[in-house]
């Protein structure tokens, strides 16, 4: 995927869903994998020729694990002329070795938020823009519905009652192939996951699962997104 792709498909994102408004300040969630790479690139770009003005801060949540290094975001977000922050936390000892969680990926979810909605707001931006893409949010919907019994995933726009930030997800329309494609087209600075638990959750078992189907039922992904967008769910109704 090139970059008029992307940023093609993250427009018409939020267009659809009326994720921007003139003079938002944006805080970029950037964790330095490949799909929050992609985001930041992809809001950076848009900013050159969309017709509403906003502004950018790229973040990022150092859960201090041991030899996890951000110079190579810092030096990416020197060269895009971004301001970038990155905020110090214990999250790792308090989860895996504190708390010595079985399943610890809802913790660390939670105190990540945390800290990152609080920079957020000692920064005044107004919304906060997540990497989710297309392929998350049909994970998300199965993994509600399997393990919670319910018909949910996660929403293009939220409004954070708690904070007053809004949350914004550009990339829902982008196929984490297409950012594969695009990560070996221009070769960013993917940061590997140093979390012992990453690729060992329920998430990834969803994920096989609908590997496992889509072999049986080519576009099974495809069908599930669209069903998604005319269910009515909250959220996904179009501006």
């Not at 990416?76 to 969680?101: G, N, S, W």
């Not at 078992?205 to 049986?216: A, S």
């Amino acid at each position: 995927m090139k970059h008029q792709q992307l940023y093609s498909k993250v427009r018409q994102a939020i267009d659809d869903y009326h994720m921007i408004d003139a003079d938002d300040r944006i805080a970029v969630g950037l964790s330095g994998g490949k799909d929050s790479l992609a985001l930041l690139y992809a809001l950076h770009g848009l900013q050159s020729f969309y017709t509403i003005p906003f502004s950018i801060v790229a973040v990022t949540v150092d859960l201090g694990f041991e030899g996890q290094d951000f110079s190579e975001l810092d030096t990416l977000c020197r060269q895009l002329d971004i301001p970038y922050h990155i905020i110090p936390t214990q999250i790792a000892e308090i989860v895996f070795k504190a708390r010595q969680e079985e399943h610890p990926c809802s913790l660390c979810s939670r105190l990540r938020k945390g800290a990152l909605n609080q920079k957020i707001l000692d920064l005044q931006c107004n919304k906060l823009s997540y990497a989710h893409h297309r392929d998350d949010v049909v994970d998300t919907m199965m993994l509600s519905l399997i393990y919670e019994g319910r018909w949910n995933t996660l929403s293009p726009v939220t409004y954070l009652d708690r904070t007053g930030l809004t949350l914004i997800r550009p990339l829902i329309y982008v196929k984490e192939a297409d950012i594969k494609g695009w990560v070996k087209t221009y070769d960013p600075p993917v940061q590997q996951s140093r979390c012992p638990a990453d690729k060992n959750s329920k998430r990834e078992t969803v994920k096989e699962m609908l590997h496992m189907i889509g072999r049986e039922a080519p576009g099974v992904r495809n069908r599930m997104f669209t069903a998604i967008q005319q269910s009515g769910m909250e959220g996904w109704r179009k501006k």
